[in-house]
């Protein structure tokens, strides 16, 4: 059984939330969990959020059937969303531009086979 959860509109680069992404990718959930408690980067604490949140829709979905334990992280993507441009009053009447760049998380959890 697959359960999926989706980040969207973070105010984070994608180059910033991919490095973070690319630790718990094909890992079990509580060993993802205990990467990204321990994992000093800002974007650690929403991927967390967001698989929990996956946890918590592959509960709701098999109405409890479903073993936690055995949940991986399936796959987890990141995308880069819209860019919120700003500009900054520079020299001489000069402005440059600011891009505040977004992501967007998608995070697929699947059980994993008995062993």
């Keep these: ?18 490095t973070v992404a690319a630790l718990v990718r094909g890992k079990p959930v509580g060993q993802a969990l205990n990467i990204l408690r321990f994992t000093s980067r800002a974007a650690a604490v929403p991927v967390a959020k967001l698989i ?10 098999s109405k409890g059937q479903v073993d ?3 949940l991986i992280v399936k796959t987890i993507s990141v995308d880069q ?5 700003r500009y900054m ?27």
Aim: aromatic fraction near 2%.
């Design 52 to 61: 929990k949140s996956a946890v918590a829709n592959a509960t709701d979905l």
């Design 89 to 115: 009053p520079r020299a001489m009447g000069r402005a440059t531009r600011i891009n505040k760049k977004t992501s967007h998380i998608h995070v697929v959890l699947e059980e994993a086979a008995k062993k």
């Design 1 to 18: 059984m697959e359960s999926k959860a989706h980040l969207r509109y973070l105010r984070m680069s994608p180059r910033k939330v991919s």
């Design 68 to 70: 936690v334990d055995r």
């Design 81 to 85: 969303g819209p860019t919120q441009r």
